[in-house]
Each structure stands twice: as C-alpha cells, then as structure tokens.
C-alpha cells in the first residue's frame, strides 16, 4: 500500500546496497564478525524499490527477511561482497554501502576445529586486510553515484568528513555507534561537499525513504 503512494523517484533506475555485517572464518566453527543487523541497509534497499529502482541487495549473515520486489544475495565474507558488489556495480546508477564489513579476514583458515593445546596458550592467528569495497566502486572510472556509512565512536564530524574524501564518495551518513546497532529508529548526520546536514532521531523505514529522496534528488537527470 505504502509502495503504491510512494512518488517513484527511481523509475528505471539500477541501485545496489551491501547490507548486515560480513562473517570471517577462523576454522569451521568460529570466525570474527561486526555488530549490524542489517536493517537499515534492508529497509533502503525497500524503499529505492517502494520508488521504482531495479534494487539488488547484497548481504552478509542477518536474520532478515527481503523486501518485496529486491533480488537478494547473500554472502559471508567481505571477499565474497567485493566480488558481487563489484559486478552488480558496473552500470548501477547508485551504489549505497552499508555493511558493516570485516576490516581483517585471518590470513590461513584451519581446515579443522583448532583444538585447545592444553597449555593454556591461545593460537597465534595472522590477520590480512580485506578489499575496501566502497572504495573500490567509488574509483571507477564511471562509477554509480556512491553513498557510504560510517559508524564512528569518537568524533564523528571529522572522521567521517575525512572518510567521504578519502573513499571518494559524494554522500556519506554518519551516526555515533554503536548504539544505533540493532534498533528500530537512527540519528544520522550527512556529509557531502557542502558540509554537514543532521536529520532528526527516525524510524529506520522512514529515514530509509528520506534518505532515498535525498540521493534520488542528486542523480543526474535524464532527458525526459
Ligand atoms: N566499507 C566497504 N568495504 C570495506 C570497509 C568498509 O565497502 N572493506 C564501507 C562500509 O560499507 C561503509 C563505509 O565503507 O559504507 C565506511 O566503513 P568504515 O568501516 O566506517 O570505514 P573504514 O574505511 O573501514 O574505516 P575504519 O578504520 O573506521 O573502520
Ligand atoms: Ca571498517
């Protein structure tokens, strides 16, 4: 019902949102992951779709279910997302990067459950970075336009101002973490060459649909 009153500001267009966190294995039984339920990425990857978009959602590990009318994928690693977010990029018209994803993966993945030694030693894991996707598509050579999250405990403002340059991103959405993990509503704060627009505490399904309003109005326009 809601989708049929919403203006459909993305008629025709592609968007691709990576949402939940990414999950990392140790061994077959354990792995390191990110708080994020994914529910903000999931309900802007409902409203692009609620305003007409041809919307693919990438996702990590969440208990969610997927909106109507989105082509979901899910996946568990960042290397995974890298690869399908990297594909579902070239001639996306928006890209909104929302997961929470694993900065490091462990460099050699047991193929058995490391036993404890008995000695009382913890094991001895390397850890490698992992690709930063949003980057990535944000330096394309015609990249859709991109939107990046950044969950920032301490100084907000110039983090993630410094963040929106360095990812090469027009639009970047803040929020002070992590209490905004899990919860139904989110304050966040915008970032673009202008400088700093904060929107009021919101549901996460209205700030969705503002949010979606707000990048839909940046695109380029079309001829018709
Ligand atoms: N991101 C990504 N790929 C990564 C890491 C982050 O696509 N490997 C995206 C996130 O989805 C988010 C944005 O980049 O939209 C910011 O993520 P964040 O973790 O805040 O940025 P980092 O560059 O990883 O910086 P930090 O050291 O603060 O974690
Ligand atoms: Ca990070």
Redesign the pocket.
Known sequence: IVAFFQPKLLQGKRVVV?AGPTFEPIDPVRGITNLSSGKMGFALARAAADCGADVRLIAGPTALETPWGVVREDVQT?QQMYELALSAASGADVFI?????A?WRVAHVSPGKIKKTGDGLPPALEFVE??????TVAHLPEPPFCV?????TDDLDN?AAA?RVR?NVPLLIGNLGPDAFGREDNEVVLYDEHGVTRLPRADKTALARELIAVIAGRLPRGLF
């Open positions: 990576t960042a990067a929302v997961a929470a994803v900065d992992n690709p930063d996707i949003l980057a990046g999250f950044a969950a920032e983090n963040k990812k």
